[in-house]
């Protein structure tokens, strides 16, 4: 029902074409369709109706990086940061930048400024420990603080598949493998199609010997991705 939601949106703007909502809902109508240029303009007409507005703010910048302007859309975010200095969201939104650009240092600099503001946010905290463990290799406090971060998170968010899956993974680099098993293996039922999962699987599996299933979880999981840090 896109393209319908497109048209009422349309008339919806027609009649008040200072309704934030509907930018808001026409730029998501057309970031789902693809058409991202227009899905900026719109974005862009949010921030000018209502500048204090940070979730357009947050995804003029997710916009702008997928078009291939990642610098733009850091210094948004730094904008972000400055303007709503209370707000978790853009230094959350800037460390996944950075990830994605593999500025790791960045990244982990960015979720902590994060945590200064909403200390428990499951999302950050989950995001800063997966970072950590696969960064701080072979430092055991690193792997502590990691595994303290994902075990809050864990209790805040007890159904996410990803937070189980770096909580696994924290416990893997702790070698405690059962605690991993369970874990990982939760982590796949909720999320049987993510790399990331099928990946721990596959070093948990060769840890313990299995050399076959652990071939066969690491092949499963580079036919999905071959981006693993």
Same mark, same amino acid.
């Given at each position: ?79 972000? @940061?400055? !303007?709503?200095?209370? #707000? =978790?969201?853009?230094? %959350? ?7 994605? *650009? +593999? ?83 939760? @982590?796949? !039922?909720?999320?049987? #199609? =993510?790399?990331?999962? %099928? ?7 060769? *840890? +313990? ?21």
């Amino acid at each position: 029902y896109v393209s319908l939601a497109e048209d009422y949106t349309r008339k919806a703007l027609r009649l008040n074409p200072n309704l934030v909502a509907g930018h808001r809902l026409m730029a998501r109508i057309l970031m789902k369709k693809g058409d991202l240029n227009r899905s900026l303009e719109y974005f862009k007409r949010i921030a000018t109706i209502l500048p204090e507005d940070i979730e357009s703010q947050l995804r003029l910048a997710f916009c702008m990086e997928i078009k291939g302007d990642r610098e733009k859309a850091i210094q948004l975010l730094r904008d972000a @940061a400055t !303007r709503f200095p209370d #707000s =978790s969201l853009p230094y %959350l939104h800037l460390g996944e930048t950075y990830q994605r *650009a +593999r500025q790791f240092e960045r990244a982990i600099a960015s979720y902590r400024q994060a945590l200064t503001r909403k200390p428990e946010n499951p999302v950050v905290m989950n995001n800063l420990a997966a970072l950590l463990l696969d960064q701080g290799k072979g430092d055991a406090a690193v792997a502590d603080e990691a595994l303290r971060l994902v075990s809050r998170a864990w209790d805040l968010a007890p159904d996410s598949a990803a937070i189980a899956d770096t909580l696994g993974w924290a416990y893997f680099r702790k070698g405690n493998l059962d605690e991993a098993v369970t874990l990982l293996f939760h @982590a796949q !039922r909720r999320a049987p #199609s =993510s790399p990331e999962v %099928l990946y721990h699987l596959g070093c948990l599996s060769y *840890a +313990r010997g299995k050399l076959d299933v652990a071939q066969t979880h690491l092949e499963a999981a580079l036919s999905l991705s071959s981006d693993f840090i």
